[in-house]
């Protein structure tokens, strides 16, 4: 396997917390999405908040179903060149927009679904079901920057069930078990210019050269706790263990040194970190609360990543290099009327790629997040939540990449592109939720 590859592979998990640091996913509900998921560790609004802490379920009453979706519509644009150098000497570079790349992250709908009981005043359980990473990236497989990358896909699923206690009438615990699938595919293509280099025969353009398909299961689990020191002000405190996820499947293409149609066994770990929220709400007044959160995730536990091939020596295919990251977010709710409320939220988020270490397949930057959203009770115990979020690449982010590639009969040509990211994703969700 090239390193590049393995780039691309982490990249298919790419999920904007996709729209967070590295290839996190936030968007477990749009209840939370409406306010940018600030104070989410502290607040109960349905069955969903046990999503990011389980103590929270003592906060509800009887028994509640809550599902929704999230449309992710990301605009993320590259702007860069491609070079190539045989042994040293310069042969080739694109021109003007010629590995440019609009667009290149299609759009995604996230859904979730969650359950909780409340079995006393001491014991409540629930169940979630959602989508913890996954999102794609694609450009045309004869695109100039196809070798890099030309298809990423994945899609998971967590199911985790969840438990919580009151241990006092301010104290409650709660713990989740996490198993968690996931599914995905990269594959890496000949871009135009190799064939017009003739170091390839015609018509090889778009041909793969690398492909690498697998899926996993693992598990982890999810602690949390809250504390209502007085009436209508909470702190919430939540745990999510690190989950490495072990993705075994098959490789093909001459980039491993097979033949056409021919393929063989490998499997790649890749390590999903572990993060935490301190989150406070407080009820200001009869109607308007205030919230926030901190945010830390441990993503310099991302370090590298190695194949393994049965019968054959471990690969590293490259070294990561992440550092754990900060987010912060503060947000308000205003209950308009009785049946009526209102959201809205600010976030900074931190990037977990430091600018010598940011790759194509992985462009992460500072975001800015702005939400709004609003609940309207349909029914006595039916609420429909709707919420829109913008979020917006902050600084710069350069990326500057190179990869050698041995050529057969005429030595090692290096490629290499330099250039930038830039762009903004737009969310819009909907939750309804039911209380038996």
Same mark, same amino acid.
């Given at each position: 396997?090239?390193i590049?590859?393995?780039?691309?592979?982490v990249a =298919?998990?790419?999920?904007?917390?996709a729209?967070?640091?590295?290839?996190?996913?936030?968007?477990?509900?749009?209840?939370?999405?409406?306010?940018?998921f600030?104070?989410?560790?502290?607040?109960?609004?349905?069955?969903?908040?046990?999503?990011?802490?389980?103590?929270?379920?003592?906060?509800?009453?009887?028994?509640?179903?809550?599902?929704?979706?999230?449309?992710?519509?990301?605009?993320?644009?590259?702007?860069?060149?491609?070079s190539v150098?045989?042994?040293? =000497?310069?042969?080739?570079?694109?021109?003007?927009?010629?590995?440019?790349?609009?667009?290149?992250?299609?759009?995604?709908?996230?859904?979730?679904f969650?359950?909780?009981?409340r079995?006393?005043?001491?014991?409540?359980?629930?169940?979630?079901l959602?989508?913890?990473?996954?999102?794609?990236?694609e450009?045309?497989a004869?695109?100039?920057?196809?070798?890099?990358?030309?298809?990423?896909?994945?899609?998971? $699923?967590?199911?985790?069930?969840?438990?919580?206690?009151?241990?006092?009438?301010?104290?409650?615990?709660?713990?989740?078990?996490?198993?968690?699938?996931?599914?995905?595919?990269?594959?890496? =293509?000949?871009?135009?210019?190799?064939?017009?280099?003739?170091?390839l025969?015609?018509?090889?353009?778009?041909?793969?050269?690398?492909?690498?398909?697998?899926?996993g299961?693992a598990f982890?689990?999810?602690?949390?706790?809250?504390?209502e020191?007085?009436a209508?002000?909470?702190?919430?405190?939540?745990?999510?263990?690190?989950?490495?996820?072990?993705?075994?499947?098959?490789?093909?293409?001459?980039?491993?040194?097979?033949a056409?149609?021919?393929?063989?066994?490998?499997?790649l770990?890749?390590?999903?970190?572990?993060?935490?929220?301190?989150?406070?709400?407080?009820?200001? =007044?009869?109607?308007?609360?205030?919230?926030?959160?901190i945010?830390?995730?441990?993503?310099?536990?991302?370090?590298?990543l190695?194949?393994?091939f049965?019968g054959?020596?471990?690969?590293?295919?490259?070294?990561?290099?992440?550092?754990?990251?900060?987010?912060?977010?503060?947000?308000?709710?205003?209950?308009?009327?009785? $049946?009526?409320?209102?959201?809205?939220?600010m976030?900074?988020d931190k990037?977990?790629?430091?600018?010598?270490?940011?790759t194509?397949?992985?462009?992460?930057?500072?975001?800015?997040?702005?939400?709004?959203?609003?609940?309207?009770?349909?029914?006595?115990?039916?609420?429909?939540?709707?919420a829109l979020?913008?979020?917006?690449?902050?600084?710069?982010?350069?990326?500057?990449?190179?990869?050698?590639?041995?050529?057969?009969?005429?030595?090692?040509?290096?490629?290499?592109?330099?250039?930038?990211?830039?762009?903004?994703?737009?969310?819009?969700?909907?939750?309804?939720?039911?209380?038996?």
């Amino acid at each position: 396997m090239k390193i590049r590859v393995v780039a691309a592979v982490v990249a =298919t998990v790419l999920a904007a917390q996709a729209q967070g640091a590295g290839f996190q996913l936030a968007e477990y509900s749009a209840t939370g999405l409406g306010r940018a998921f600030a104070g989410e560790a502290a607040i109960a609004d349905n069955a969903s908040a046990q999503g990011r802490n389980p103590a929270l379920l003592m906060q509800l009453d009887g028994q509640q179903l809550s599902l929704g979706a999230i449309y992710v519509d990301p605009n993320i644009d590259s702007q860069g060149d491609v070079s190539v150098s045989l042994n040293g =000497t310069p042969v080739y570079a694109t021109g003007p927009g010629e590995a440019d790349a609009d667009d290149f992250a299609p759009a995604a709908l996230v859904p979730n679904f969650y359950y909780s009981n409340r079995l006393s005043d001491q014991w409540a359980i629930g169940v979630a079901l959602n989508s913890s990473y996954g999102l794609a990236t694609e450009v045309p497989a004869g695109h100039a920057t196809a070798i890099f990358g030309s298809t990423t896909e994945v899609t998971t $699923i967590e199911f985790a069930p969840s438990v919580a206690y009151k241990a006092s009438d301010a104290l409650s615990f709660g713990v989740a078990l996490r198993a968690l699938y996931g599914d995905g595919k990269v594959e890496a =293509t000949v871009p135009a210019w190799a064939e017009g280099l003739g170091v390839l025969p015609p018509g090889s353009t778009g041909a793969v050269l690398k492909s690498v398909e697998g899926d996993g299961v693992a598990f982890g689990y999810r602690l949390g706790a809250t504390w209502e020191p007085a009436a209508g002000h909470r702190i919430g405190l939540a745990y999510h263990s690190e989950i490495e996820v072990e993705l075994e499947g098959d490789a093909t293409g001459a980039g491993f040194g097979l033949a056409p149609g021919a393929s063989k066994p490998g499997s790649l770990k890749l390590p999903l970190p572990a993060y935490a929220e301190f989150a406070t709400f407080h009820q200001l =007044t009869e109607r308007f609360a205030m919230h926030g959160s901190i945010n830390w995730t441990d993503w310099s536990a991302f370090e590298a990543l190695v194949v393994e091939f049965p019968g054959e020596p471990n690969n590293l295919l490259k070294e990561e290099n992440f550092k754990d990251n900060w987010r912060f977010a503060l947000g308000g709710t205003y209950e308009a009327s009785d $049946i009526w409320t209102l959201r809205a939220g600010m976030a900074y988020d931190k990037t977990a790629v430091g600018d010598a270490d940011r790759t194509l397949t992985i462009p992460d930057s500072d975001r800015l997040w702005f939400s709004i959203g609003s609940a309207w009770q349909l029914q006595k115990d039916l609420t429909l939540d709707l919420a829109l979020t913008y979020i917006e690449a902050t600084g710069d982010a350069p990326v500057n990449e190179t990869m050698v590639m041995p050529i057969s009969g005429m030595g090692n040509a290096e490629i290499s592109y330099s250039g930038g990211i830039e762009g903004n994703v737009v969310l819009v969700g909907a939750q309804l939720s039911y209380v038996f």
